[in-house]
């Protein structure tokens, strides 16, 4: 074999030799894998619930114009209460044939139209007032409200940052604890953290004539976030 193809060989073998010893350093590199957890607080700022009106009749036209007379109480409850006509959505309606069974035989009871009206209010304090004069109508149903923040983003992304936060607290800690330091991050993913339905609570609120009202005080709302942290472990010396 000539000195050309000896000093090739060579240099392959050596290649071989270093690739080999950079594995065997990869599958030996310590890490510390933690979960971080955190939250925010913060009082709700929208609330969302909808009424149901529904009416059977052997007319179509009759069965509409039933719920539409209903409706449009409805809509007047919401102007007198003072939310706004984009806060309101009564776009929803449905139309079907209503049957019956009664001993195994199907009766046809006429056309049932069911519609919907969905509020969306940023002022919560109208929610009380506006409940008291939808109470007074003939709906068929009148849904609990929904809680929510209009700045959901923000705050989940805040509590995202209290939970890397104290996941890396959790990684440095148990690093010390073990004779080592906290190196590098070598992978992070977000977690499922469930978001509780913030409480809404009925408080009496006392008016000017010294008789009791019926008010709502809204209770704060965890937004919770978690992530799972992976970190590499350098030896003690290289702190």
Known sequence: MGDMSMRYLTALLCS???S???LADDSQQRFVSVTGEGFVEAVPDTL???VVARSTDSSLEQAQAN????INQVLAAARKTGVAEDRIDSSQTQARPEYEWRKQERYYLGQTVIRTVSFRLTDLE???ALLTRLSELKLNQINSPQLSHSQQE???MAALKVAIAAGKRKATLMANEVGASLGQALQVSEGRAMQPQPRMMMAEAA???GGQEQGYSYALQRINASVQLRYALNSADAR
Do not use: N, W
């Open 48 to 50: 969302t619930f909808s």
């Open 67 to 70: 719920t539409a007379t209903i």
């Open 126 to 128: 109208q929610y009380p």
């Open 154 to 156: 923000a705050l989940q």
């Open 207 to 209: 008016r000017a004539d």
């Open 20 to 22: 080999a010893c950079a």
């Open 16 to 18: 071989i030799a270093l």
